[in-house]
Each structure stands twice: as C-alpha cells, then as structure tokens.
C-alpha cells in the first residue's frame, strides 16, 4: 500500500537532487524573497527548478491530488478540500546551498486526511536518503547500498541526550533550553529533514525548534520519517501537528525526539516556555 506513491517520490527527490548539484557547482544567483511570515529569505533558481521537476511529476502521477510546494503559489481551496495532499520543500535548508555547505535537501510529504503517509528526504550531497510509509518502517539509503531500517534511541536522561540544532547562531533562547535540560553533546546541522534524521538513526535523540517560523513543508516529511522509525514529532506543547489547514506555519514551534523521552521533554519544557511568554496559539 502506498509503494506507488513511495517510489514517485523518491524518483522525484532523486531527479530534483541533481538538478540542485548542477546549480551547486556554479556561481548562482541569490535572491531574497518575502516569505509568508513576512520575513525575507534566500531563493535561487535551484529552488524553483527542482519544485518544477516535483509538482509536474506528481501533477502527472496523481492528478486528483492537492500540492502544495513552497516555490509555488498556494490553491488554498483545493488544498483545504482535497483529501491528500502532497507537501513539498524543493530544496530544504537553502542558507545551506547558498553557504555550499552540503547541509540541504529534498523533501517530499504525503498526507491524507491531514496525517503524513509518506515521506521522503534525499540529501543531494550525502548521496543519504531517508524515507518511510505509515506502518511500514522507516529506511535509510546512503548511495547504491541497500535500504537499511533505523530505529531511535532508548534514551530518556536528558543529561546523556545529545540535541540537534541549527548551524546558524545560537540564540539566548535555545541557550537558555540547553542549559536547562543539560544536554552535554550538540550536534549542529541544518535543514530540518536532516537533524530529524539524525534522531532517526540514534545520532540525536532531541530536536527543540522554539520558533514559530518553520513551515508545513519543513516538516510533513521528517514527521513520518521519524515517526515509522519509533521517535515522535509533536509541537512544543505536545500537540499534533496539524496540515489541513489554512496556516502555513507551525506557529507552536516543533519538539521532535526519539519517542521514549518525549513526554517528560513536554513537561520540562512548560516553565521554559512560561518564561518566554510562549502561549499556544488554537
């Protein structure tokens, strides 16, 4: 079930992927666009090229479903009223593909009745590409080698966890949860599909995304991925995360980690999030 959908995915990723490497190796042109947070962010023409490549194939492959892809314009009605909809980040982690750091991917998420169901995330540099089907297991290729299952972690003393976060500056916030919590080891990367694969594969254990800028294409594929691999993927409250909607952002930050800790993260993160005057937007 799904292998159909599963397989168009990972074709897709794969195809946008060397696209982006072909723009990799130039000297591309950055823009800044004005995001739908009202925040201006880099773009280029690998972004828009590999969303091309994936929602005309998807379009081919199922037409009567809904897409959504961040380089694209939003047919918001369609969307709300579409039982699956696909959602698609081209090139997650663009900062990173401007920086030529390698730390960029694709991501490809399925929903269907607002609940991921397929995910892929294909990183283009690492030749790595993770993906999972609801009830199916969550898998890792790195290059030609074989599908190898992942399973997170068992742990659950936040003194012995090792916490992914951005590449970028660390902010007194984020500071502030490290402390708190006492994780000992960080492991700093970007695009959100690779720190939530990192907790996938037991390299992470925690994720903790205080802001309220990531969008649902940052995370509708990670989400299952992690998912099918025993970890969970919820907003810092504990909340589901929710894509049948309206809203773009997932303005209640992110909190994704191996499973077995995440309730008592829940719980050590409320006084924290008091003390940031965070409150849960409905």
Same mark, same amino acid.
């Given at each position: 079930?799904?292998?159909?959908?599963?397989?168009?995915?990972?074709?897709?990723?794969?195809?946008?992927?060397?696209?982006?490497?072909?723009?990799?190796?130039?000297?591309?042109?950055?823009?800044?666009?004005?995001?739908?947070?009202?925040?201006?962010?880099?773009?280029?023409?690998?972004?828009?090229?590999?969303?091309?490549?994936?929602?005309?194939?998807?379009?081919?492959?199922?037409?009567?479903?809904?897409?959504?892809?961040?380089?694209?314009?939003?047919?918001?009605?369609?969307?709300?009223?579409? #039982?699956?909809?696909?959602?698609?980040?081209?090139?997650?982690?663009?900062?990173?593909?401007?920086?030529?750091?390698?730390?960029?991917?694709?991501?490809?998420?399925?929903?269907?009745?607002?609940?991921?169901?397929?995910?892929?995330?294909?990183?283009?540099?690492?030749?790595?590409?993770?993906?999972?089907?609801?009830?199916?297991?969550?898998?890792?290729?790195?290059?030609?080698?074989?599908?190898?299952?992942?399973?997170?972690?068992?742990?659950?003393?936040?003194?012995?966890?090792?916490?992914?976060?951005?590449?970028?500056?660390?902010?007194?916030?984020?500071?502030?949860?490290?402390?708190?919590?006492?994780?000992?080891?960080?492991?700093?990367?970007?695009?959100?599909?690779?720190?939530?694969?990192?907790?996938?594969?037991?390299?992470?254990?925690?994720?903790?995304?205080?802001?309220?800028?990531?969008?649902?294409?940052?995370?509708?594929?990670?989400?299952?991925?992690?998912?099918?691999?025993?970890?969970?993927?919820?907003?810092?409250?504990?909340?589901?995360?929710?894509?049948?909607?309206?809203?773009?952002?997932?303005?209640?930050?992110?909190?994704?980690?191996?499973?077995?800790?995440?309730?008592?993260?829940?719980?050590?993160?409320?006084?924290?999030?008091?003390?940031?005057?965070?409150? #849960?937007?409905?």
């Amino acid at each position: 079930m799904l292998q159909h959908e599963l397989q168009t995915a990972i074709t897709l990723a794969r195809l946008a992927g060397k696209k982006i490497l072909e723009h990799y190796a130039t000297d591309f042109e950055t823009v800044q666009k004005l995001s739908v947070d009202n925040h201006y962010e880099p773009v280029t023409i690998a972004d828009k090229e590999a969303s091309r490549i994936i929602v005309d194939g998807i379009e081919a492959a199922f037409p009567d479903d809904a897409v959504l892809s961040e380089e694209e314009a939003d047919d918001l009605i369609r969307r709300l009223d579409a #039982k699956r909809v696909w959602i698609i980040d081209p090139l997650d982690g663009t900062a990173g593909f401007v920086k030529k750091d390698g730390d960029f991917g694709v991501q490809i998420g399925l929903i269907d009745n607002g609940v991921p169901v397929v995910g892929v995330v294909f990183l283009p540099v690492h030749g790595s590409l993770s993906f999972a089907v609801k009830g199916g297991g969550s898998f890792v290729v790195i290059g030609d080698a074989e599908p190898v299952q992942v399973r997170t972690s068992g742990h659950t003393d936040f003194t012995t966890m090792t916490i992914a976060m951005s590449r970028d500056h660390r902010s007194p916030r984020m500071g502030r949860i490290i402390e708190y919590f006492g994780f000992p080891q960080i492991v700093n990367r970007g695009s959100v599909g690779l720190k939530v694969s990192l907790i996938a594969s037991q390299i992470c254990d925690i994720y903790i995304h205080p802001s309220p800028r990531t969008k649902l294409w940052d995370t509708c594929a990670p989400q299952i991925i992690l998912e099918e691999a025993g970890g969970r993927f919820t907003d810092l409250f504990g909340g589901n995360m929710v894509y049948d909607k309206a809203e773009l952002q997932n303005l209640n930050g992110i909190l994704a980690t191996n499973g077995a800790a995440h309730d008592a993260a829940v719980e050590h993160l409320r006084p924290l999030l008091t003390e940031f005057g965070r409150v #849960k937007v409905q």
